[in-house]
């Protein structure tokens, strides 16, 4: 048995020996134990066993070991395995990667960033389905991705999830506008390789709420503005749905991560700003393909950012949609005064935006070029190649910026982008200035302008409500509706078929979706109601056998509804626009109030009336109701108090005599005390909180109002109401003829039909923006995103040395403040010291210790010396009281008998007074 095992070892010897690089030998002796770190060299002979004695710099030498740095969290391992490495294999550290993306590992990722990993080569549509299979199951994400696929019966998440079933995730988390890429067909390959990985690693961090990983590839994709605002709906989408399941940490953590990105989103726009403010502008409005072929504003609306939309860049670039092609340079009192009074436009020419000349324009034109130079303009043909562009930009185009973001020359100002002038004298000229517009075009341009279409239809409405209350003052008292009524219903139908327009236009594809994406607006949904409501009078009205009080009260509270509706037009003001929101806020919180009175009012209401008419088989079911319901309401308010008040009532005279007044008047006490006291005190409370938190983000919620103003009329129809009907027809036509005239394929996918050169339904009507153009607003926009958060990052150090000063000023201030109260001590000290010694010249040393002495003065310096004295001064006396009052003599005679300068200067040449040596020793009174 012995030599087996001898054997045995002697095999296990020979197979260690063959693999020495899996050997690690530790001497103990030369290093010592303390100095020996035991887990640092067990993690060196692990990832020694890996190498597997590889040469360094091949590709197995740190592929499993990064792995296995990875998994033990060792990000000091990794920089060390990296430390010579300038750029990255991907295949050797996929599966490194993989592992701290999953395991949330943000600084080795960051780490893998910074020594140049190409996310092109990593990531491909297989890599990223695998990652979405490698969520948690405690996320939202995974019950999102549940519901989805249970919807289709395909099976676990885990397995079965794709990357389609993200995009109608995403798709509900977003807005209408927005087009997921993971919905289309372009990623059915496997190895397709996304444009821009790192932005879809963002979103695959974001919909699992790891908001510092996606900060990482944040930095890293394109357009920050538009990945920022994607982020905030995201998660306050999240918040919401986290918030309904009852999750409120993760409601809590997504509402703060969508109020950070929002907060982003405003510090580049703020540092473009700053830059250059027309490039801003294409930045705001431009579309941007890489995150839903959306727009900045769309993202911000539907998130309600309302510091991004109140930032100065977006109101200042309202500020030019709201004045359309009308110059700013304009007086108010003349644009005024050709809206109330159009035949003005003829003696006051308002000046338009094309016709402004920007000093930086003039200077880049040729020398020798004047404002007689020939600009034969050509429009440019869209192609379905280029990005189509927001319905805003011709605003800004004709503003002189060009579709790549810099001011252009004379010639592009109007969109247009080929100039032709004159290189020949031999040729034709035509004298035809480029800065001179036809009256008819200035008469279009102004009643273009959305300001002017605002106006008018304050105007009809106006016009409107006064034919409307006049004509139901007159009672209907004819059998047939007047012409003034059917003058009011063709108005009416004027008014219904906006809103079919309106949600006709509404940036989704479904009906369902337009109309749920339409009702989203408060407004809106009192529009539904007002229309409802005139409808029901004017079927009854109509009908010839139908009441005529029935009609009159329909039609009467028709008339209420439209007349809330016209609060809509003090959007338009700073000081009234707020109020309105507060008034919004307070139906909600009146509603809440009404839901708790109701239970207060219809216990008091049903007791009341069973206690003071129990059993009343007179009472009809009206009356009943009434005084379960109406009594006690109007009671609040300190009428219909008689009924409990009744108590000399005889039943036998009055039917309706209530029984027991007591009781019901001891029960009204209570209720009142409850209704008024309580109730509406907690009423008054929940509207001033209300008041307040308007009150201190007035701006903002002004400018946020002011923005969805601007962006109705900026799409509404020129004419007003009734005549508004008139551009309803004609742009039902132009639909009409688009689709069963023109109707091709390429009109209805591409931004512009090169058949028909008709905008498409669902398209803009402004110049493309070009891909060179896109790209380098886009670079610039990533320029100043880095720019932003270099700043930041330099505040924040300027922050931290400002503290540290701060801390070291007061460390200073606190040392001196010691050393000179420890000055002080120090005189106190010498100063007992000196009184010390004048007791010993004086009274003499001391005999002996008294341990009665010591407890009465153990808390006075230099207390035993002083002990002694009031011992000496007592003499034998056993009484502890005593023996501490001999002391104080003691130390009053010694006070009285030097004065206070010699204590203080310590001179000791003034003699006492003799003492009495016959005085008794029981002279002080006990």
Known sequence: MESMEDNRLLEWCREIAERKDLVTVLSIKSQGVKSINIEENILNALLKSKSGGAKSGSGSHYG??????????????????????????????????????????????????????????????????????????????????????????????????????????????????????????????????????????????VLQGRLEMANVFWRESKAPIGGALLASKLLKEMAKKEHDIHESRRSVKYSEGGELYQELAVGVLDECYLSDRKRTSLIIVRTLTSWGSTNCLDLANSAGNLKFIAHPAVQNMLKEFWMGK???????????????????????????????????????????TSKGTILIRKPVRRTSTSARSPRWLPSLLARGISRDGSVEDTAQTSGFTRRRAIKSSKKKKVEEDPYK???????????????????????????????????????????????????????????????????????????????SLWLSNFWN????????????????????????????????????????????????????????????????????????????????????EAVLHPGSNNATHQKTLQRVFYRPYIQMFGEGLEAEDNFECNRDIDEDCPENPVFAAILLVIYLFLSNVLLLNL???????????????????????????????????????????????????????????????????????????????????????????L????????????????????????????????????????????????GDVNLIHEKLESLQTLLIQKLGPPKELDMCADDAFHDIPDAPTLALYAKAANGERKSPRLKFQKAVESLSMAKETVPASNLVNGDTTHEPEPKDETEPKDTIDS
């Not at 087009?179 to 690693?201: G, V």
């Not at 109330?340 to 880049?364: N, Q």
């Not at 639909?735 to 996918?749: N, P, S, T």
């Not at 320029?783 to 922050?799: F, H, I, S, T």
């Open 64 to 205: 499993e070991q990064l792995h296995l740095a990875a998994i033990l969290n060792r990000i000091d391992l990794a920089e060390q395995l990296l430390k010579d490495e300038t750029s990255l294999n991907t295949a050797t550290i996929r599966q490194s990667l993989r592992f701290a993306l999953v395991n949330d590992q943000v600084k080795l990722v960051r780490l893998f960033l910074n020594k140049g990993l190409n996310l092109h080569e990593y990531l491909n549509t297989r890599e990223l389905t695998s990652l979405y299979k490698l969520i948690n199951k405690d996320t939202l994400l995974y019950e999102l991705l549940e519901e989805e696929l249970g919807k289709r019966e395909r099976g676990p998440v885990l397995v079965a999830v794709a990357l389609r079933d993200v995009g109608y995730v995403i798709k509900k988390l977003t807005p209408w506008s927005y087009q997921p890429l993971y919905c289309s067909d372009t990623i059915a390959d496997h190895y397709y390789k996304f444009p821009n990985p790192a932005r879809e690693l963002f979103i695959w961090a």
């Open 326 to 368: 009308l110059s700013l340079s304009n007086p108010n009192w003349k644009v005024w005064l050709c809206m109330v009074f159009p035949p003005a436009l003829l003696p006051f020419r308002l000046k338009l935006k094309e016709e402004e000349t920007d000093p930086l324009v003039v200077k880049s034109l040729p020398r020798g």
């Open 437 to 515: 517009v036809t009256m008819m075009r200035r008469v279009q341009a102004f009643f273009l302008v959305p300001m002017v279409i605002f106006l008018y239809n304050v105007i009809s409405t106006f016009a409107f409500l006064a034919l409307y209350s006049y004509v139901l003052l007159q009672g209907l008292n004819t059998h047939y509706p007047t012409p003034l009524e059917y003058v009011i219903f063709v108005w009416f139908i004027s008014l219904c078929t906006e809103i079919i327009r309106q949600i006709w236009r509404e940036d989704a594809k479904s009906l369902r979706q337009r109309l």
């Open 525 to 608: 949904i009192v529009d539904v109601v007002k229309s409802v409501v005139f409808i029901t009078g004017c079927v009854l009205r109509l009908i010839p056998g139908a009441r005529k009080d029935a009609t009159i009260i329909t039609l009467a509270i028709a008339l209420i509804i439209f007349y809330m509706r016209l609060l809509h037009i003090f959007s338009a003001n700073k000081h009234l626009g707020p109020k309105l929101i507060m008034i919004q806020k307070m139906f909600a919180d009146l509603a809440v109030f009404v839901s708790i009175l109701l239970v207060f009012l219809v216990a008091y209401g049903v007791a009341s």
């Open 683 to 773: 009423l008054i409370a929940m509207f001033n909180y209300t008041f307040t938190t308007v009150q201190e983000n007035t701006d903002v919620y002004w400018k946020y109002q002011r923005y969805k103003l601007i962006r109705e009329y900026y799409k509404r129809p020129p004419l007003p109401p009734p005549f508004i009907i008139m551009s309803h027809l004609y742009l039902l036509t132009k639909e009409l003829w688009k689709k069963l005239v023109l109707a091709c394929k390429e009109c209805q996918k591409s931004a512009y039909c090169t058949c028909c050169r008709k905008r498409n339904v669902y398209n803009h009507d402004s110049p493309p923006l070009t891909q060179a153009s």
């Open 775 to 822: 790209h380098e607003i886009t670079t610039w926009e990533s320029v100043k995103g880095e720019d932003y958060l270099a700043n930041q990052q330099e505040r924040e150090q300027r922050d931290t040395h400002k503290r540290m000063k701060n801390t070291d000023r007061r460390i200073i201030e606190l040392t001196e403040s010691v050393a000179k109260l420890a």
